[in-house]
């Protein structure tokens, strides 16, 4: 059972491992909440639209 | 092949006539080829070095610098929706316009390679080596650029989107024909690189008059 | 046959795709969840240091998903591309159109991943080694897919076109994959998935599959997002939207 | 009898906007179709959707009762005069004449010469086009009428820029053309002079 | 200076529309430097060597990439004589027609000249030395261009031989760009050859907007 | 009183043939001149020269009794509008119009919108010229006559491409143009509808 310092230091490695993962959880972050929040207010625009009784 | 033959014909004239729009790829190719020497002053074996390289990607640029101009004109001036009407098939005609082009820009690069080559310090053993894998690496480069002019025809763009297309394809082309050139230099032997290069070329001659006789009909249809 | 020809025309159909995509995204978001989890635990804290590399093998638990993500992106891309094109399916151009940005993401991933990767292993961020030049120029072909499509004014054309381009960009992935054999490259060759089972330690392969699975659930949950996206964007306007405004 | 050329519920969009809805209309041998309508109301989309160039949304075109998409047989027997000449600045009319009747799947006997001057470009012959005046250049242009046997003329504003003369010029080629038993469709802003026989007009602002 | 800006902001916008103008001269940049090392087998130490020469072909590239519709498209559509009659002098739009260009086409390369300078190992010590010889280079190189697409722009023999004629001027301008580059990267002092540089600019600067006007006035009266 | 524009015994030579021969004519305020002449006899030309674009090869022209050559008086009371219309296709109308506005000399009151409503472009008013039909695009190009104020207008063919009512609109132009003591020069194959006024015509057919 190797200790949280190792962990964290990754044995010398950090300066590259964790900017790594640090990169990819930016990017899988970003992937995963735009296309949702972009569908959410494409919606609502439409719907507000719709109810003006715009047909875009 | 009547069709065919005035097709060539026209394209060679109107080339002839405006032959100053010709010029100006070669003199790219040796201003670019000819600024290493002079620009940094090397050590020949530097120069020996990298002289494949260098002409390689000479001619891959300075071949696709005129592209963009191939089917502009006749775009512009409605000559394209004509020849789409034609009879005679569009790929076919992709075909025989490329290689015309490519007589205009692409065989003056072929023929010129060895005096630049020599600019360079290329070994002059290897000189045929270099012209037969530039021979078919040109030949594919314009089939790369047809295709990329026939997309942007209908876009009034600069060269410049083009080139940004069509230079991942070309990657590799330049990969195998610098290769070539190097091992011919090292005297070793190059046919390997060449057949990959002939094989694009047949890949190329095979698939690329249909991607530029569909790109053409979109951007008539634009 | 006549069967999956009838699946084949439901998917065509933009409201069926729609709600299937809508119905679908969040199994594969959890999936992904769950195997993300799993994964990082193994790579990061379970799986011992690697004999020669020490930690910094680590990265491999991104590096390899997201590199082989970004190929499987655009073969799908220039796929679903060619559908759209011969067979004139609107779907088939909104999937293309989907998966660019994701596609082009994930390369990305895998460039900064990888350079982070190559400073201890190799001395240096970057080598103009083929892999290395390959992947990159496959962000190109992403970035050039997406330039020529919003270039045209008429974006059925555009896509048309940009459909052209992706097809032809094809000939590229098999050079990324075989370009370790083809050039004597810094970057290493199959050493995962090759013929006569893997030759690294158990300890360290499992990890890297599920890495790899959850990876490709969470690509297929964005894109299917993204197409819902893409399927709004055009049909707009449409009947079935306003029954689905109605709905919601 | 089936019509030569017939077209059922054609609908056009551009710009996210109809141009035209649910068009439909048949011409007989020897038969003229005149379209008519304001600047923008479509009539240059709809020829070039005529033509096979242009994107066509629902509806469908027959030549002799074929579907038109892509065929061949339909694309030998048309002539399409759009708003461009379709002429190469560079070379002379004459060059331009030649070519465009070694490419025509049937071309007429009729020499440049002739057909240059009929068309009143007798001394301008071997002139670039690109320096000829506005009119040369679509007199340029019509020579192919002459040069070129095509049962089919799809014309988008044959007179633009044509004096007196040349109006002339354009209604008796159309003239002979349809007494040939030819078909003929064809958009303009000013009446044809004196172009009788059987001449039908279809007008897109009342139709959209 | 009201005219003035307006015509800035058209030629701005006009680019920003044709979105690519925008992205492809990063992306034409980047794959341009790749090009190279492709090319050759790269070490490190040789990529060093050969760097000034690569970027500077790329500067000489982006400099004429697109010159060509630079007054091309004005010329076709008309917009050429209305502007040739517009009370604002012909030789401050072709200053500020050929600035604008620059901005999209040239300054790119000076800002990306860190970025290349870490692709092609290039040390990074010289790189202020490098990036200032280029904002030099570029604007230079843009002004020859615009001579050359002024002349070319009615496509007639004499143009096209005048710009045969005015490409070579743009050697000396990479000679000495690749030189300053070169010196910079070995740790010598380049300020001989940035003064040059410096002195060819201010040349151009003055003798160029009337060459482009003149022949514009040319172009135009055919 | 010294005429606002007046030509002497122009010649003009092109292509090694002589177009016009020796014309002269003078413009008071108020006045039009209509050139008319076949394809091909140099109406062009002729508005070019007036333009200062054309190489005049005998002869003086005078504004105000100031000879025009390379003067930014003239240059600045002038508004040619020729073949071409001068639009960039990725500009829409309104910002045709602005940038036209902004390089002229002196500019008129008149917004955008109400402008490009006049010339019947409300509803393109914002899409890329580049996508504008033939007519459209003149009528964009014709906004510029609202745009601009200048005393001198020289129009090549403004009606090509035009419908019927784009003619009613481009006489009704000129007719304001004059009553309030412009000069204007301009050529057309089509007789324009209702131009009262003082409208002299130069033949080149004749005069040369
Ligand atoms: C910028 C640098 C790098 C790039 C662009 C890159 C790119 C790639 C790509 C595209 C793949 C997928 C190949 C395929 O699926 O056929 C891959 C796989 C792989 N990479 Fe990298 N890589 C880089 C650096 C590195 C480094 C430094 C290492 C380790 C020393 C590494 C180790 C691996 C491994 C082990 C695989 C899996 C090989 C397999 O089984 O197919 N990579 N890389
Ligand atoms: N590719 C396109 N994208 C968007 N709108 C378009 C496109 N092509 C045509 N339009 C629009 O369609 C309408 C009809 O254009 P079209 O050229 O057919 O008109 P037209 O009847 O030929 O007019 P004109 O008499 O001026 O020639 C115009 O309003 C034009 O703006
Ligand atoms: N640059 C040139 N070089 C040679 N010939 C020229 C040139 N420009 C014009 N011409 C010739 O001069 C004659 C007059 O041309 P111009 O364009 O003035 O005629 P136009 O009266 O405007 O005709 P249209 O009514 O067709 O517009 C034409 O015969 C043309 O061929
Ligand atoms: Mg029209
Ligand atoms: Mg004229």
Redesign the pocket.
Known sequence: MKSLHEFLTMGGYAAYVWPAYGVAAVVLLVNALLPGLRLKRRLAELKRLERRGEHP | MNALNALIRRDLTIAYRRWGELMTPIMFFILMTALFPLGLSPHPELLREIAPGVVWAAALLAGLLGQDSLFRSDYEDGSLEQLALAPLPLEWQALARTFTHWLGAGLPLVVLSPLMAMLLQYPAAAMPELAFGLLLGTLTLSLLGAIGAALTVSLKQSGMLLLVLVLPLAVPVLIFGAQSAAQAARGEDPSGALYLLGAMLVLGLVLAPFAIAGALRISLES | MNISWTWFHRLASPPYFFRLAGRLAPWFGWLSLVCIVAGLYGGLWYAPPDYQQGDGFRIIYIHVPSAYLSMMGYTLLAVSAGIGLVWRMKMAHAVAAAVAPLGASFTFLALVTGSLWGKPMWGAYWAWDARLTSELILLFQYFGFIALRRAFEDPRSGEKAAAVLALVGLVDVPVIHYSVVWWNSLHQGSTVFVGEGSDIATSMLVPLLIMIAGFTAFFAACLLKRIQLEVLERESGAAWVRELLEDA | MIPQLSAQGLSLWRGGRSLSRALSFTLQAGEALQIQGPNGSGKTSLLRVLAGLGRLDEGELRWHGEPIHRSALYRSALLYLGHQNGLKSHLSPRENYFFYQSIASSSSEIAAEDALSQVGLKD?MD?PCG??????KRRAGLARLLGVEAGLWLLDEPLS?L?AAGMELVSSLLDRHLKAGGVAVFATHQPLPGLGGALRTLDLATAA
């Open positions: 301008v002139r320096r000829l005046s506005m009119g040369q820029s004096d």
